[in-house]
């Protein structure tokens, strides 16, 4: 019991704005990581077995933690909420770009993901907020997407030959699902408690991926004795850095700041990806790359600046400790 409340303790002197920058940082740096991590787990791990072992791992690890420390058990209506963000965002999204990795390289679908933060403020636009984007942050946009389309052009995945048009469709479907999935959950039936959300749609999503693997023939595919140990080891990376502490400060944002400002982890995740490949696969790093890294961290700074960050809506389930007289914490949100 004091562990615990020291814990808390601790938690709550980090203020809202660092653990909002912590988390940031943890999607921008750790996801771009996460493409090429992909890429060498499907190497010996068909794509959709991969990912349901990878969400349901995760899911169930911080499942179990939550109802250790007494959390309560979520309604049905919260289950189906889950069930529809976590198709939505794992399944659709994350599932999509597995499955696309098999057709075209992971750099290419870093560059197609850049589509999330277009998607996301049109559709938040249109069906969300209704919040009309202002000009710094059109333009934000526009750079964003001028910077990734310097990294790719003349580079080398044009030298590669043409898009395979199979994984550039399916890459555009799950950069759809994504944005859906991730405008649907600010405002879904889901626990308060944030942590418990994002246990509940990674189980539901890697149960998604897990059946749509089984159904597609690819257990019949899986060969244990040629699993490679890289294989495995992207596969555990995954789990812990991308799925609990990656998509955890995901979900954790988007209560917290807004769809544009979240979104820009899709115009920093390829400039990462591209500077992975240069450290350790001995890739060029060439001026165009970092003219349009440049580019990409001005288009980041043009929407973060023109959006204001939306506090959290207080909801009548909600669960709160009192840590002191100003300062109140959701029960157990307390590892960002």
Known sequence: MIGRDMFKFNISMISLHWRIVLAFAAVYLIWGSTYLAIRFAIETIPPYLMGGARFLIAGSVL???????????????????????????????????????????????????????????????????????????????????????????????????????????????????????????????????????????MLAGGGMMLMAGLLLGQGAQIRFDQISVLSLSALGYLVVFGSLIGFTAYVWLLKVSTPARVSTYAFVNPVVAVFLGWAFAGEELSLRVMAAAAVIIVAVMLITLNQTTRPARAEPAREVVEVSPRVQYESVTSNE
């Open 63 to 201: 499942y179990a933690v939550l109802r250790w420390r007494g959390v309560k058990t979520p309604t049905r209506l919260n289950w189906r909420a889950a069930a529809i963000a976590g198709g939505l965002l794992l399944w659709g999204g994350n599932g999509g770009v597995m499955l696309a990795e098999q057709y075209v390289p992971s750099s290419l679908a870093a560059l197609i993901v850049a589509m999330v933060p277009l998607w996301m403020v049109l559709l938040n636009w249109r069906w969300g907020d209704r919040a009309r984007p202002n000009a710094g942050t059109a333009l934000g946009v526009g750079l964003g997407l001028v910077g990734i389309v310097l990294i790719a052009a003349p580079g080398q995945a044009a030298a590669e030959g043409a898009v395979n048009p199979i994984g550039l469709l399916i890459l555009i479907g799950a950069s759809l699902s994504w944005s859906i999935g991730s405008l649907y959950s600010r405002k879904a039936a889901l626990p308060s408690n944030a942590l418990l959300s994002t246990a509940m749609e």
